[in-house]
C-alpha cells in the first residue's frame, strides 16, 4: 500500500488574499495537499464557512486540521480556566467536524505549582470531562491531538503524550520536532534520533500514521524561543534526515509547516522529499 505523505501550511498561506473557505484551491494550485486551520486565539469560524471550507478542501483534496485556542490549560490551578478549556476544545471539535478536519491539534497546558505526576492526573480528569460533553452533544467525528510543547515548564513531553494518547480513545499525538529539540536541548541531529520517535509511538501506540509540524528553531535553557525559516542554517532540527526515515519508515505522514514562510517552506520540503524519492 502506497504511503501517503503530505504538506501543508499552519494557516492561512503568505501568497494568498483571498477566502479562507477558498483556500485550498490555492494550496492545491501550487502543490501542497494539507492544511491547518489556525483558531489559536479563538474558534471564530461560523457553521456554514466551516462547511464551505470542508468542501472545497474536500474538492481539492486537501487534508486539514485543525489547531485549537493557544489559552487552553487541562492541569490549571483554577477549576474556571479548565472548565473554559474543555469548552474550547469541544468548540474546536465541532468547528473541527463541520470542515471535516482530521485532527484537533492542542497544546494541554503548564505544570505551574503541580508536579508532572499532579498535572497528569489534572489533564485525565479534564479529558475524562471532556469526552463526557462530546458525547452528549454528539460530536462524533473527531482525533483530539495533543501536540508535544516547547518549554520545560509545559505539559506535553512525548512521554506524557503517549500516555495520555494510550489511555483515551480518539487520541493520538501531534509530534512537533521543533518543541521536542528545543524543550530537550537540541537532541535531535540524526536519522537515528528521528527514528527513536517514530519506533516508540509505532510500540507503544500501535500506530503506523503521524501528524506532525515542522519548524527551524531557537531555544534557551527554558526551551523554546523562536522559529526560524527553512534556510537558517543557524538553527536546528535537520529537516534531511527527517525525510529520508519517512521516505523509509512506512508512515503515513502529514508535515505542517511552522517557519515563518508556511507556504513557501511547505514546498520546499515537498521539494526536498520528491528529490530523496528520485534518489
Not at 20 to 30: F, G, S
Not at 121 to 130: G, H, M, R, V, Y
Request: charged share 30%; glycine share 6%.
Amino acid at each position: 500500500m502506497k504511503q501517503d505523505i503530505r504538506f501543508g501550511p499552519a494557516g492561512r498561506p503568505i501568497g494568498y488574499k483571498g477566502k479562507t473557505t477558498q483556500v485550498c484551491d490555492y494550496i492545491k494550485k501550487i502543490g501542497l495537499d494539507a492544511f491547518e486551520y489556525q483558531a489559536t486565539y479563538g474558534v471564530r469560524i461560523s457553521k456554514q464557512s466551516a462547511l464551505e471550507l470542508g468542501e472545497n478542501a474536500a474538492k481539492n483534496d486537501i487534508l486539514v486540521s485543525m489547531h485549537g485556542p493557544y489559552y487552553i490549560n487541562l492541569c490549571s490551578q483554577k477549576e474556571d480556566t479548565i472548565k473554559k478549556s474543555v469548552e474550547r476544545l469541544v468548540q474546536s471539535a465541532k468547528a473541527g467536524e463541520w470542515m471535516n478536519s482530521y485532527r484537533t491539534v492542542f497544546h494541554m497546558g503548564f505544570y505551574t505549582k503541580y508536579s508532572p505526576e499532579e498535572a497528569m492526573k489534572k489533564c485525565k480528569d479534564a479529558i475524562s470531562e471532556l469526552l463526557e460533553n462530546m458525547e452528549t452533544l454528539g460530536i462524533k467525528n473527531y482525533t483530539f491531538a495533543p501536540e508535544t510543547t516547547g518549554k520545560k515548564s509545559q505539559f506535553g513531553s512525548l512521554d506524557e503524550l503517549v500516555d495520555i494518547c494510550r489511555s483515551f480513545d480518539n487520541f493520538a499525538p501531534t509530534v512537533d520536532f521543533a518543541h521536542m529539540h528545543a524543550r530537550s536541548g537540541g537532541i535531535i541531529k540524526t536519522k537515528e534520533d528521528y527514528a527513536k520517535i517514530f519506533n516508540k509511538i509505532e510500540k507503544e501506540l500501535d500506530l503506523k500514521s503521524l501528524h506532525c509540524h515542522f519548524t527551524k528553531i531557537e531555544y534557551t535553557d527554558a526551551g523554546e524561543k523562536k522559529h526560524h525559516i527553512l534556510d537558517d542554517s543557524n538553527f536546528g532540527p535537520p529537516l534531511t534526515p527527517l525525510l529520508e526515515l519517512i521516505s523509509e519508515n512506512g508512515f503515513n505522514v502529514t508535515l505542517i509547516c511552522e517557519t515563518p514562510y508556511l507556504d513557501i517552506d511547505a514546498l520546499e520540503m515537498k521539494k526536498e522529499y520528491s528529490s530523496i524519492l528520485r534518489g
